[in-house]
């Protein structure tokens, strides 16, 4: 078991996709967004590694979270586009965190980069383009 670093709280599943690959946890204050998980067999590839998919799926839920809720009121959005380079690894039991960074939120899109860490080295980054989301959308 993975302990859980000082400051994280576990963030309620939002969908049965996140449930399944969870659990996640945040780490916030009024400019920063982290959000980490532990490692699990589940999130491993045959080489032993974290899958990419997995990473990719931090990525993507990190950036959306800070995409939705690092403004003032929060949004609902979409990803509408979403890239990863890999640049390490970690493994089962393990922590890893995606520290998230708002570029630029306009009305209807919004501009996120996002690093991935794993013991203090950078594993993996990310941007992404998510859509604001207008009511009945």
């Not at 400051?7 to 400019?31: C, Q, W």
């Not at 922590?95 to 993996?124: K, M, P, Q, T």
Request: hydrophobic share 40%; net charge positive.
């Amino acid at each position: 078991m993975t302990d859980i670093p000082s400051g994280f709280t576990r963030l309620e599943s939002t969908s049965p996709f996140h449930e399944l690959v969870g659990p996640f946890y945040e780490k916030r204050d009024r400019a920063t967004l982290i959000i980490g998980m532990p490692v699990a067999k589940k999130h491993i590839n045959r080489r032993g590694a974290v899958h990419g998919g997995m990473i990719c799926t931090l990525v993507d839920f990190a950036m959306g979270q800070a995409a939705s809720t690092m403004t003032t009121p929060p949004r609902k959005v979409v990803t509408t586009s979403l890239s990863a380079d890999f640049a390490g690894n970690a493994t089962d039991g393990d922590w890893i965190e995606a520290h998230v960074d708002v570029l630029r939120s306009g009305r209807r899109v919004v501009f996120v980069n996002c690093f991935v860490y794993h013991r203090g080295e950078r594993i993996a980054r990310g941007s992404g383009t998510f859509l604001v989301l207008t009511p009945g959308e």
